[in-house]
């Protein structure tokens, strides 16, 4: 069972940016693996914010955040990464990372990590 694990969350001031990292808990390689991380802000649904394939050569960024954010991915080191820029306060939410075989935008992906919490003030 792939365990999923991210960090780099926390408090940041607006316009500021963070590193999310997303990880294995239990020591599997990622590199067979899509990886896509999501947000969810209270009261409010789940989204998909960004998506790279296994080999890194395919990223995809939901409007969201595009032109803010860079994903990519070190397999040797079996992680993931999302770096966030000119954060916005409606960026504050619970990031989560799912992985799955195979890439693709729907929301039903198989492994997810517990997530990790961004919060921006002003």
């Known amino acids: 069972q792939l365990q999923l694990v991210e960090s780099g969350g926390g408090l940041v001031q607006l316009g500021g940016s963070l590193r999310l990292s997303c990880t294995t808990a239990?020591?599997?390689?990622?590199?067979?693996?899509?990886i896509n991380w999501f947000r969810q802000a209270p009261g409010k649904e789940r989204e998909g914010v960004s998506c790279i394939s296994a080999r890194g050569t395919l990223i995809k960024y939901e409007d969201s955040m595009a032109g803010r954010a860079i994903m990519s991915r070190d397999n040797a080191k079996r992680t993931v990464y999302l770096q966030m820029n000119n954060l916005k306060l409606e960026d504050t939410a619970v990031y989560y990372c799912?992985?799955?075989?195979?890439?693709?935008?729907?929301?039903?992906?198989?492994?997810w990590g517990q997530g990790t919490q961004v919060t921006v003030s002003s």
């Open positions: 799912a992985a799955d075989r195979n890439l693709h935008t729907s929301d039903l992906w198989p492994y």
């Open positions: 239990s020591g599997e390689t990622l590199s067979s693996y899509a």
